[in-house]
């Protein structure tokens, strides 16, 4: 399963393109694409009838594969012929998130991700997928939410409220001094993000709704300053008080992702339906449990 890998040489992909009709489809260009749409993990079910209880198949080929294909062209454009061209999308992410010169590269790249990690999390309605069969993870949401009729609640209310595109995050506090429920449970919260902007704390002034794409950091003879200075950008570091994190869901709060099928009024039960379509499988493969640490830290993998 790739969650945070859409970069792929043309080599590595070159047995799949000799077998995968739609991919020569998707390559059939004199241009160089080096990053391509990746695969879900339900596809051939997806493509087929849709994802059950929430998507149908037109509303599905608009939200999924027209929308990443899309994303994907403009993201090969902005890299085309530079250093960055093979990167993944997470790490153009981080790389860029600060850099306003790059914020085409920015848009692309965490729309893609972000777009794949939403419909990563999607399945198709078996038992195998129920929260209950991963009793670790509802656990631990039990023990940060106080039981899982609140996190939906939250959750919705969340993604009901936004005037605007974007995503709603639940996310695991991966890397922090104290812990009100213990050291050894994983701590869950929620975390919004709007339009193309990215959960990943690493990426500083572009976790929220601050977005200084168009803004400059002064340059003059005194010298560079300010968030978005050539001095600022090289400096890895996260915002005062902010804590590591690792997303494990999400719901996009885009119109293309409800629009055809639910209609203008419709985002409230397309959230509904979400909820039902969420294979928490998937959601447990992305949590980092106590077992995947020496001595059950948690810290950033």
Known sequence: MVLHRLARSRSAWAPLLESRPHARQFHASSISRLHEVPNLSYKEQFEARGVPGLLDQPAYDVAWRQNMEHLVERLNKATMNTDFEQSSTKQLILQFARN???????????????????????????????????????????????????????????????????????????????????????EFRLLVTYNAGTPYAEAGVRQQGADLSTSEGYNGSAGSFGPTSTRERATPKLPPGTELITPVLCVSTWEHAYLRQYGVGGKQQYLINWWKAINWGAVDQKMIKPSDKPNGKFVEK
């Open 100 to 186: 306003p010169q790059y914020a085409p590269v920015f848009a692309a790249a965490s729309m893609a991700h972000n777009t794949h990690f939403f419909f990563d999390g999607l399945g198709v309605g078996i038992d195998s997928e129920k929260l209950e069969a991963f009793p670790t993870l509802e656990k631990a949401l039990i023990a940060s939410f106080g039981n899982i009729d609140t996190l939906w609640r939250i959750m919705l209310s969340k993604a009901s409220a936004m005037t605007g595109p974007g995503f709603v995050w639940l996310v695991q506090a991966t890397k922090r001094s104290t812990s009100s429920i213990g050291n050894n449970t994983p």
